[in-house]
């Protein structure tokens, strides 16, 4: 029946499983049944000893049952009317307090390997061992075996109608069983709170007569489909509370089949979610006026994605572009950003934190491009984390071309359209500052028109003009790709350049036999000054200096 062994603790004596089996049989005057378990528990209440059936029982090992007591929690006992028992009215412990034997109780325990909220029921017999039982003094002994049959069923039951009865009636959910019509036979006590009614009051009404008007319909598919064979089904319903209030309740029904399959009744939970679709309701009506402002904005709209992938565009978007919606979704707006400015939006995009905002051109379908002035906004979830970010594009294009006029205006000489002398010295200051830290040398060459006033004088301002003109284009085609051409005023000029010595003195001879295309004789003097860390004015009046000397000598340069 039972394999020989030692259980015992360390210091305690130790019996075999078959001399514990036979106490058991000699204490309790009979022979126990078939499979049974035996435990000695000392005077402390903890197991000295105990068979292998009695650690399976209790679903341990031999190991694991020593130095326990029944009072462990892993257990917690309960009697047939599924009230806990407390460690005191164990039967071991109230044999070991009042010396009386314990016979016949049955116990609900719940083992490591019960399903929750289950129990394996044991019926229970303990006495305290014989006085000529040296080992050890003060013990008990406890013999018990599992009940099965149809009173384990029954027992197993009872404590499921309880632990139900103990959800349903706990529960902020109401729950309800059914006809299959719909009429209420039972609810739980939550109804009251819910509904307004008293489970009572429910009972022989129909669950049809709470529902909205407008959801009935629904309700009825719903039971329809229960009672042709669905899975559970949830559906979101409009209900009434007996103060006429309306209330959102998210119902869960499903079948309950009789032994024979066949539909019986109809088990159903209500959950109150009035709060939860009030709030979705807002979002969407939110959400709603959101894309319905988005549309019919003049200002260009993007919504996209966190990682920066277009979610949704408006119109003024697309014509702006020259694209449809589906040329947008999916892809970024930096994808559109021209090549010179890309490293602007970037570096925006990188420091705006919750938005950001740059300038930037952004190429059409045509392959023109558009100014935009760009913002965008960074929208949140419910959690506070980012979920999307709204693009709000102007078009600036008319501004920027405004601006870039009134640009080279301010910077650009009218007449010839070479820059001005302000624009000038502002670049000679940037190049000496370039070269003061190692960059090449800067050149000046200070050009003026010999006896340009004796031609403006007998010919005419317009004329004049044109000879200035004249000169302007032949210094232009003559300085280098990185040189700087402006008119210094009246009929004086100045070119920058980085070149050396030998192209410097190549760039002055080309510019005093220059054909200008001018009607008549013209000729031009230069003056050249080299610095690297002279102030700009001082580098142009040195310049400006050595070409009166080369006039004063004619075609040479100083």
């Not at 970037?346 to 705006?352: N, Q, S, V, W």
């Not at 913002?375 to 980012?386: A, N, Y």
């Not at 910077?411 to 000679?428: A, K, M, Q």
């Not at 510019?511 to 102030?535: C, E, H, K, N, Y």
Request: charged share 25%.
């Amino acid at each position: 029946m039972t394999s020989p062994g030692s259980p015992t603790t360390p210091g305690q004596a130790s019996w075999t499983n078959s001399e514990l089996e036979s106490m058991a049989a000699r204490v309790l005057g009979r022979i126990p049944v078939t499979e049974f378990g035996v435990i000695i528990s000392g005077a402390d209440g903890r197991f000295v000893a105990g068979t292998p059936t009695a650690a399976s029982i209790l679903g341990l090992t031999v190991e694991q049952l020593l130095g326990r007591t029944i009072v462990d929690q892993r257990w917690s006992a309960i009697t047939v009317d599924g009230d806990p028992v407390a460690g005191d009215e164990l039967p071991a412990n109230t044999t070991l307090r009042t010396g009386r034997p314990q016979s016949g109780v049955l116990l609900g325990v719940q083992r490591g390997s019960d399903a929750a909220g289950e129990h394996t029921w044991l019926r229970v017999d303990t006495h305290m061992l014989p006085h000529d039982e040296p080992r050890p003094p003060g013990a008990a002994l406890s013999c018990f075996s599992v009940i099965d049959g149809p009173r384990a069923a029954e027992l197993r039951l009872a404590q499921s109608e309880r632990t139900f009865r103990m959800i349903t009636e706990r529960s902020h959910e109401v729950v309800g069983i059914h006809g299959l019509d719909g009429t209420w036979l039972w609810a739980s006590p939550a109804a009251g709170r819910v509904f307004g009614r008293p489970p009572a009051e429910l009972l022989g009404t129909n669950v049809f007569e709470l529902v909205h008007d407008d959801d009935v319909d629904l309700a009825d598919a719903t039971l329809a489909a229960l009672l042709d064979g669905s899975d559970p089904v949830t559906v979101t319903v409009r209900m009434w509370r007996a103060d006429g209030a309306m209330l959102w309740a998210e119902v869960i029904g499903q079948l309950i089949r009789d032994r024979r399959g066949r539909p019986h009744q109809l088990q159903s939970s209500f959950r109150e979610v009035t709060a939860r679709i009030e709030a979705e309701q807002a979002r969407d009506a939110a959400v709603e006026v959101f894309h319905t402002v988005m549309a019919s904005s003049p200002i260009g709209m993007a919504l996209r994605d966190v990682d920066g992938r277009v979610r949704r565009t408006n119109s003024a978007l697309q014509a702006m572009l020259g694209v449809t919606d589906d040329d947008l979704i999916g892809t970024t707006l930096l994808d559109r950003v021209h090549a010179d400015d890309r490293l602007v939006v970037e570096a925006a995009i990188a420091a705006g934190g919750d938005g950001s905002a740059y300038e930037a051109r952004l190429l059409r379908a045509d392959g023109s491009s558009v100014w935009v002035d760009a913002t965008s906004v960074v929208l949140h979830s419910f959690d506070g984390s980012p979920s999307a970010v709204l693009e709000q594009l102007h078009d600036v294009t008319t501004r920027k071309i405004a601006e870039a006029d009134l640009f080279r205006r301010a910077v650009s000489d009218p007449l010839t359209g070479l820059l001005n002398r302000t624009r000038f010295i502002e670049l000679l200051g940037a190049a000496l500052n370039d070269a003061r830290v190692g960059g090449p040398q800067v050149t000046v060459l200070f050009c003026d028109v010999d006896r340009f006033k004796s031609v403006n004088d007998t010919r005419g301002h317009a004329v004049g003009d044109e000879y200035l003109r004249a000169v302007a284009t032949a210094l232009t085609l003559i300085a280098g790709p990185g040189d700087i051409v402006a008119r210094h005023g009246g009929d004086e000029f100045a070119i920058l350049t980085r070149s050396d010595g030998p192209d410097v003195a190549e760039m002055t001879r080309r510019i005093q036999s220059a054909d200008t295309g001018a009607s008549g004789p013209l000729t031009i003097s230069v003056g050249v000054a080299s610095s690297r860390d002279a102030a700009p004015e001082d580098l142009v009046r040195d310049a400006d200096r050595a070409m009166y000397l080369a006039k004063q000598t004619r075609d040479t340069a100083v």
